[in-house]
């Protein structure tokens, strides 16, 4: 009876191993490919020498042309979920705002080095109503600047209105920034 529930509990150890190995292998797949394809992406569209303002501009600017609003409903977060809706955007070409916000991010830390967070939080700027939403910080010396391609491209009349723009000239936009939480981008 003994041996028994031994092997039984040896069995359950082996399987959960394996099941958090295998979760742990594709999450840095996920990583490692979404890695690769902002890679990529730079390479396409950054010019070699340009400076980090210019690549920011360059790549905000491809973000808003090359990728399309597909509604996600029932957004939660998760360890690695930036890189997950990152790489989700550049292999189906549209997604959420949270999807516009990880693709910004991580193409913008990949190409500059600068500390980059993804905000979620809510706005008011689509249609005068507080909904939730995520946008892209950028922190450039000691100040952090709003860069927001999803607002940009489908607010009414905003056309460069979200892009490298201090957080404070648009705390009325984003609630006054209460309860956004932050998500750094590595």
Do not use: P
Not at 131 to 145: F, L, M, N, P, R
Not at 148 to 157: E, G, L
Request: aromatic fraction near 16%; glycine fraction near 8%.
């Amino acid at each position: 009876m003994f041996q028994k529930q031994k092997i039984k509990k040896m069995v359950l150890f082996v399987l959960l191993f394996c099941l958090f190995t295998g979760a742990f292998a594709v999450k840095t797949e996920a990583a490692a490919t979404a890695g690769s394809k902002a890679e990529e992406i730079i390479k396409k569209n950054v010019k070699k020498g340009v400076s980090n303002k210019k690549k920011l501009k360059k790549l905000f600017t491809y973000v808003e042309k090359n990728y399309d609003y597909g509604r996600a409903m029932g957004f939660k977060t998760y360890k690695g979920w930036e890189k997950d809706f990152a790489l989700e955007m550049f292999k189906e070409k549209k997604g959420s705002c949270y999807h516009y916000a990880a693709a910004y991010a991580f193409l913008a830390k990949k190409a500059t080095g600068y500390q980059v967070r993804i905000g979620v939080g809510k706005t008011n700027g689509f249609n005068g109503k507080l909904q939730d939403h995520a946008w892209t910080e950028v922190k450039i010396g000691s100040t952090w600047y709003i860069c927001d391609t999803n607002m940009d491209k489908y607010a009414a009349k905003s056309s460069g209105k979200y892009y490298l723009k201090k957080r404070n000239a648009l705390k009325k936009v984003y609630n006054n920034f209460k309860n956004t939480k932050y998500f750094s981008v590595n």
